[in-house]
Each structure stands twice: as C-alpha cells, then as structure tokens.
T-cell receptor
Framework: GENVEQHPSTLSVQEGDSAVIKCTYS??????FPWYKQELGKGPQLIID?????GEKKDQRIAVTLNKTAKHFSLHITETQPEDSAVYFC????????????FGTGTKLQVIP | NAGVMQNPRHLVRRRGQEARLRCSPM?????VYWYRQLPEEGLKFMVY????????ESGMPKERFSAEFPKEGPSILRIQQVVRGDSAAYFC?????????FGPGTRLTVT
C-alpha cells in the first residue's frame, strides 16, 4: 500500500518568514495530494490540493509543488502569521471514485510573533 | 451548506461499555470515511462506506468495531466492550469526488 513520509515533525519560524514542509510517497499510482491544517481540538481542514497533471499550485500565501518523478511534494507558506500555527498533514491517494487517502505523520508549525 | 457533523463531541465510557459515534456527511456527499487519531499522532484510516455498503474496512479491528451507513440517517461507528486503548479522537470525513471534508471529531475517553 501507499506510504507517505513527512518532514520535519516540528517547525518554528519567525512571523513573516517562510515555512516549507516536505512529503514523499511510494505508490506511483497516486495522483491526488491534499494538504490539511489541524488546529488544536478541531478536525483537519483542507487548505489546498494538487493533482498529478500539475506541477505547482498557488493560493494566496500557500503554494504546493509536486515532482512526480521523484515522488515528492511540498507545502510552502510565505509571510507566516501567528494564526498559521497548527499541525499540517500531507496526504496521497489514487483519486477517482474510491478515495483511500494515506496521511503523513504531521508537522507541528509554530509561528513566533 | 452545513459541513460534516459529528456527535457527540465528547464521550466518556467505562471499560466494557459500548460507544456509538455518529457522522452526518455534507449534503450531496455519498462517501463516508472514519479515521482514528491518537494524541500527537496522525490520522489512521479505519473504514470507507457508501450508502448501505462497506467498501473498505481494512483499517478497522476485526473484533468489537463495526460501522454502517444506512440509506436514511447518519453513519455510525460502533465500538463494543470498550478498553482504555480505544481512547482517541475519531473523525469522519465525507466526499463526493476527490476532496474529503472532515467533521470536528468525537473524543472518546475510556475510564
């Protein structure tokens, strides 16, 4: 089955700096890669996703990149703000009708004011 | 359009009791997924259901755990004879296509 590895497990940045979280996956059939943000005591919230036919996608301060050859994808947050502090999960799935999503182990991001 | 709803938000059970967790998917969504999350850990897939069908239960323990998604009403995750190791946050997610949207979770504590 699919295996998703995520690094780093914790990340501290100064407010205004950029944060980068990296993930690798094992199943070359995976073609859908969502990212989730989970705040304390809440459910994961989908913040951005990317499909395998696209190399990069941007939404305001958040961007994701995908390298299918190397089987890795990354989340970039620019101009970080204290409200970006949360746990971020990457995930991979084969898409289509059945969405068995495999999650990474999470990155705890702390943005220091 | 209301999001995914789960209830109860918090559930306390004594060892040996039964726990019933409910999930109402987003309107128009026919796929429901259940995940378990231990403190400081990631999300572990348990089961995937469509209306009246279990599609994949490979992540769910064979004993004591069951799930259903009836034609009418919410999806239910049932844990019989709970043990302390069942204490965790249980999340459901729903989807219609690729994107899964999560509910706020049920935090189960077994005393």
């Amino acid at each position: 089955g699919e295996n998703v590895e995520q690094h780093p497990s914790t990340l501290s940045v100064q407010e205004g700096d950029s944060a980068v979280i990296k993930c690798t996956y094992s199943d070359s059939a995976s073609n859908y890669f969502p990212w989730y943000k989970q705040e304390l005591g809440k459910g994961p919230q989908l913040i951005i996703d990317i499909r395998s036919n696209v190399g990069e996608k941007k939404d305001q301060r958040i961007a994701v990149t995908l390298n299918k050859t190397a089987k890795h994808f990354s989340l970039h947050i620019t101009e970080t703000q204290p409200e970006d502090s949360a746990v971020y999960f990457c995930a991979a799935s084969t898409g289509g009708g059945y969405q068995k999503v495999t999650f990474g182990t999470g990155t705890k991001l702390q943005v220091i004011p | 359009n209301a999001g995914v709803m789960q209830n109860p938000r918090h559930l306390v059970r004594r060892r040996g009791q039964e726990a019933r967790l409910r999930c109402s998917p987003m309107k128009g969504h026919s796929h429901v997924y259940w995940y378990r999350q231990l403190p400081e850990e990631g999300l572990k897939f348990m089961v995937y259901l469509q209306k009246e069908n279990i599609i994949d239960e490979s992540g769910m323990p064979k004993e004591r755990f069951s799930a259903e998604f009836p034609k009418e009403g919410p999806s239910i995750l049932r844990i019989q004879q709970v043990v302390r190791g069942d204490s965790a946050a249980y999340f459901c997610a729903s989807s219609q296509k690729d994107e899964q949207y999560f509910g706020p979770g049920t935090r189960l504590t077994v005393t």
